[in-house]
Each structure stands twice: as structure tokens, then as C-alpha cells.
């Protein structure tokens, strides 16, 4: 087990979805990865990040227990506590900051569905907090031509330019965060959050490998992804 004591920054794992498009007989996070949980993917790495001091992971209603257990077989002893997620992501990453201490410095969010989290991008994103920026997002510029649309006609193509796609892993001053999902605002991220009450959020490099895992098919991608990595 590696330790992270003193980097004051904790990790907000949110695995409570329920995986609707994904379409098993158990929430997402609990899906076969190589013959484990998806959630074991990214709580190991988190584990062993160099860059995390803590963390909690929001688990499904009734799968809280199965989460801590989880936790053990993987000798994950920085995982502080497995609460209940609720109706919404941003219900979920509420629950999970209840279990944060006050004094903590940084808060980490990732998507327990993106399990291919690199130790170089928790790097990016903590480091690039601070000298007036409140949060960081991974993120990757789009790389097709981005249509809208009005049911099957195209109404007009959009300037890719400067659009990108967010990913989690995603850093925040702790209280900045916490302000932010406490207000009524709604947003399909973290850092929407954060730059709806008027944070200053940095772009910094994402990773294709942290793709969401979706489908059944994106999950079959990530099994391949996973053995290439040996
Ligand atoms: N999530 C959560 N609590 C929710 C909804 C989502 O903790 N109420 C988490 C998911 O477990 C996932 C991440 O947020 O790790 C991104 O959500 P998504 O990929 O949409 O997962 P699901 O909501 O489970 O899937 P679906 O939308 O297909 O039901
Ligand atoms: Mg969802």
C-alpha cells in the first residue's frame, strides 16, 4: 500500500449510478471487469496514487457493504468509508463530501465508470490547482465535425474550435466545491458546478484510456485496453 499522507488531498469515487444504458442485473459499477468488479479498476488505482490521501467511495443503496468488503480483498486501507449515493451524480458527489473532513485541503472526483485512471492525470489535475484557479478538468479536444441536430436534420455545424470533452478525474479547492454543489444549480459534472457559481476552472490534458464506460461494447474496449497495458 502506498501512502499519500500529507498531499491533504482526498478522493470522491462515485460508483452509485445505476447503469441504465449499460443494462445488467447489477448497478454498473459492480459489472464483470477480467472477472472483477469495474469499481476494483480505479479504487485500486486510487489506492496506489502517490497523490491521494483518502478516500470514500458512494456506492449504490445496499451495495455499501459489498464496496467495503471490496475494499479489503484489495488491501485498500485509504478507504475511509462507503456511504449511499442518491437519485443524481451530483446527489452522489454531495454524499461522498459529507465524509470528507472540513480541513481538508483538495477534493478529487472521479467516475467509478471510467476505470483506466492514470497516475500522470491525477498529477495534471492536482497540480494544476492553485495561483487563482479553483478546479481542473481533464479534457480532450473534440476531434470530429460536431453537427447539431432537430430529430434527423442537420441544422447546422458547429466550430469544433475550442470545444472539448470533459473526463473525470476532476480537482477542486475542497471548500470552493462544496459552496458550489450546495447551491441549487444544476450541471452534468463537477466543474459545471464550480463555474456556475463563478469558479475559475483550467483545462489540463485528458486521456483517451479514461473513455466512460457506457455499453457493454465500451466495456469490451476496456478489457482490451487493459491487457495492451500487460
Ligand atoms: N453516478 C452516481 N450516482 C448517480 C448517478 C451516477 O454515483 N445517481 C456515478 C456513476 O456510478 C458513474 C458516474 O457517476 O460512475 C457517471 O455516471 P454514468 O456513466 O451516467 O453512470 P450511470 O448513471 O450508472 O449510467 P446510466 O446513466 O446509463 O444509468
Ligand atoms: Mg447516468
Given at each position: 500500500m502506498t501512502t499519500a499522507e500529507g498531499t491533504g488531498v482526498w478522493a470522491v469515487l462515485v460508483a452509485a449510478g445505476r447503469g441504465e444504458r449499460f443494462g445488467v442485473d447489477r448497478p454498473k459499477a459492480f459489472a464483470n471487469l477480467n472477472g472483477r468488479p469495474l469499481l476494483a479498476e480505479s479504487l485500486e488505482r486510487l489506492e496506489a496514487s502517490g497523490?491521494?490521501?483518502a478516500l470514500v467511495v458512494v456506492a449504490p443503496e445496499e451495495w455499501e457493504e459489498p464496496s467495503i468488503l471490496l475494499a479489503e480483498e484489495l488491501g485498500a486501507g485509504k478507504v475511509h468509508a462507503a456511504v449511499t449515493g442518491g437519485a443524481t451524480r451530483a446527489d452522489s458527489v454531495r454524499a461522498g463530501l459529507a465524509e470528507v473532513p472540513a480541513e481538508t485541503a483538495v477534493v478529487v472526483v472521479h467516475d467509478a465508470a471510467r476505470p483506466l485512471l492514470p497516475e500522470d492525470v491525477l498529477e495534471r489535475v492536482v497540480t494544476a490547482l492553485g495561483e487563482g484557479w479553483d478546479g481542473a478538468v481533464p479534457a480532450l479536444p473534440l476531434a470530429d465535425t460536431i453537427k447539431r441536430g432537430?430529430?434527423?436534420?442537420?441544422v447546422e455545424t458547429v466550430?469544433?474550435?475550442?470545444?472539448?470533452?470533459a473526463q473525470t478525474p476532476q480537482a477542486f479547492l475542497a471548500d470552493t466545491l462544496r459552496r458550489a454543489v450546495?447551491?441549487?444549480?444544476d450541471a452534468t459534472d463537477c466543474a459545471g458546478f464550480v463555474e456556475?457559481?463563478?469558479g475559475r476552472v483550467r483545462l489540463v490534458e485528458g486521456d483517451r484510456r479514461l473513455l466512460k464506460v457506457t455499453t457493454p461494447a465500451d466495456l469490451e474496449l476496456v478489457e482490451t485496453l487493459l491487457r495492451a497495458e500487460g
Open positions: 497523490w491521494v490521501e432537430d430529430g434527423e436534420a442537420v466550430d469544433r474550435a475550442g470545444l472539448y470533452a450546495a447551491g441549487a444549480r456556475a457559481a463563478g
